[in-house]
C-alpha cells in the first residue's frame, strides 16, 4: 500500500498522559498536514510541513502539542498532558508541492480518546 | 469565521436519481477547490477538484461546478448509487486546506 499510513488507529489514554502518533506520507510527497476532527465538524488544519521545515501552525495547536518531521519524511504528533477535550480523530495528510493543482491525500486518521 | 460552508447537513436521494452537493465560501483568495467523500471511522477519501479557472470538471459520474461571481460550488453525482452514502466535506485551497462541516448523504434503493 502506498498511501498514507497512520498508527496507531486507536488510543485509548487517561487524562494527563501523553501520546504520540506517527505519520508515514506518500513517499514523494514533500509536504506533511495534520489535521484533527471532532463529530460532527470537517477537519481542522493543525499544522504542516515542506520536508523538514514546519511552515505554519494553527492556534489550535496549544503548547502541549507538538510535531516533528526529523528526515523530511515520516512525522509525529504528540500531545502531552491530554485532556478529555482533544478526543477526536487525528488526520495526516501528504500532497507533493503546493495543493493547487496536486491533492492532498488523507490516511486513515487516528482516533484518540482521553478517559 | 467559517470561511467554507456547508448548509445541508443532509441529503436523501433515491438511486439512479441527481444528487447535488452544496458550497458557500467567503475567501476569495481561495484559487483551488476539492471534493473528499468520508466513511465513519476512516480518513477522507479524494474525489474531485477544480482551479479557480475552470467552472466545470467532470469525472465519470462526479462533476464539480464553480461559479466565482457567487462564492458557490456544486457537486453532481449523476446517477446516485447507494455506495455513495457517505459525508461529503468541501474543502478551498488559499494557503491551506479549509473545510466545510461535511453534508451526509442517503442514497436510497
Known amino acids: 500500500d502506498t498511501g498514507v499510513s497512520q498508527d496507531p488507529r486507536h488510543k485509548i489514554t487517561k487524562r494527563g498522559q501523553n501520546v504520540t502518533f506517527r505519520c508515514d506520507p506518500i513517499s514523494e510527497h514533500n509536504r506533511l498536514y495534520w489535521y484533527r476532527q471532532t463529530l460532527g465538524q470537517g477537519p481542522e488544519f493543525l499544522t504542516y510541513?515542506?520536508?523538514?521545515?514546519?511552515?505554519?501552525k494553527s492556534r489550535l495547536l496549544s503548547d502541549r502539542f507538538s510535531a516533528e518531521r526529523p528526515k523530511g519524511s515520516f512525522s509525529t504528533l504528540e500531545i502531552q498532558r491530554t485532556e478529555q477535550g482533544d478526543s477526536a480523530m487525528y488526520l495526516c495528510?501528504?500532497?507533493?508541492?503546493?495543493?493547487?493543482?496536486?491533492?492532498?491525500?488523507f490516511g486513515e486518521g487516528s482516533w484518540l480518546t482521553v478517559v | 469565521d467559517q470561511q467554507v460552508k456547508q448548509n445541508s447537513p443532509s441529503l436523501s436521494v433515491q438511486e439512479g436519481r441527481i444528487s447535488i452537493l452544496n458550497c458557500d465560501y467567503t475567501n476569495s483568495m481561495f484559487d483551488y477547490f476539492l471534493w473528499y467523500k468520508k466513511y465513519p471511522a476512516e480518513g477522507p477519501t479524494f474525489l474531485i477538484s477544480i482551479s479557480s479557472i475552470k467552472d466545470k470538471n467532470e469525472d465519470g459520474r462526479f462533476t464539480v461546478f464553480l461559479n466565482k461571481s457567487a462564492k458557490h460550488l456544486s457537486l453532481h453525482i449523476v446517477p446516485s448509487q447507494p455506495g455513495d452514502s457517505a459525508v461529503y466535506f468541501c474543502a478551498a485551497y488559499g494557503n491551506k486546506l479549509v473545510f466545510g462541516a461535511g453534508t451526509i448523504l442517503r442514497v436510497k434503493s
Open positions: 510541513f515542506q520536508n523538514e521545515a514546519q511552515l505554519e
Open positions: 495528510a501528504s500532497s507533493f508541492g503546493q495543493v493547487s493543482g496536486n491533492t492532498i491525500y
